[in-house]
């Protein structure tokens, strides 16, 4: 890998850090070429400390090591996208990331619709929606709505209208979504178990 250290004053190139797993960034240090070196001999993440003004891995003080998993380099040579699995929380507050954030597994669109379904469950009572009456009926109708959807997409995958494939889908999808945390579950949790199964 070409990585040109000399673009800085002071030999020092940013280095974001995202965990492996979940894409989520934890943090932001920076590297000289000896701190890089010294990462790819042990698979600790080290940086360049500016303050401390000396080479600093990652979890020396506190545990909270970040294992190399994998360095690659952006299209002018002098960033680095270092993936990592981490050892605890990443920043220094004792937070998971940096940014204050927790460092759980998102995705995307799904997570935001699994957000919203959760705020029309726990407001069952008071909102009117077509979510909120599902879980007012209980968890015998919700299940009958997965039932019939995958119904409708078994059909549908039949035929050669690929639109009403991809919404018979969709709405399977999203009423399992709704199955889900009826029964206490996340999207997360059976993704964790198809986890478990590769080899």
Not at 49 to 58: A, E, G, M, V
Not at 94 to 107: I, V
Not at 140 to 155: D, S
Request: hydrophobic share 35%.
């Amino acid at each position: 890998m070409n990585i040109d250290f000399s673009k800085s004053a002071h030999g020092l190139i940013p280095a974001i850090i995202q965990d492996s797993e979940t894409k989520n960034v934890l943090m932001l240090g920076y590297m000289n070429a000896e701190s890089y070196q010294k990462t790819l001999d042990t698979k600790k993440v080290t940086f360049f400390s500016r303050s401390k003004l000396r080479l600093w891995t990652k979890g020396e003080e506190s545990g909270n090591f970040l294992n190399l998993v994998d360095i690659k380099n952006d299209c002018d040579n002098d960033t680095l996208l270092i993936q990592v699995k981490p050892e605890g929380p990443t920043c220094h507050t004792g937070s998971d990331t940096c940014w204050q954030e927790t460092n759980n597994q998102e995705y995307g669109f799904l997570s935001k619709l699994e957000k919203t379904i959760t705020l029309r469950r726990e407001n069952a009572s008071s909102e009117k929606s077509y979510v909120a009456s599902l879980f007012e009926k209980g968890i015998n109708k919700i299940a009958q709505k997965v039932g019939e959807e995958a119904v409708e997409v078994v059909i549908e995958a039949k035929d050669d209208n690929d639109d009403l494939f991809l919404n018979e889908s969709a709405d399977l999808l999203f009423h399992y979504l709704i199955l889900l945390q009826a029964k206490g579950f996340q999207l997360n949790d059976v993704v964790n178990i198809l986890k478990s199964r590769q080899k």
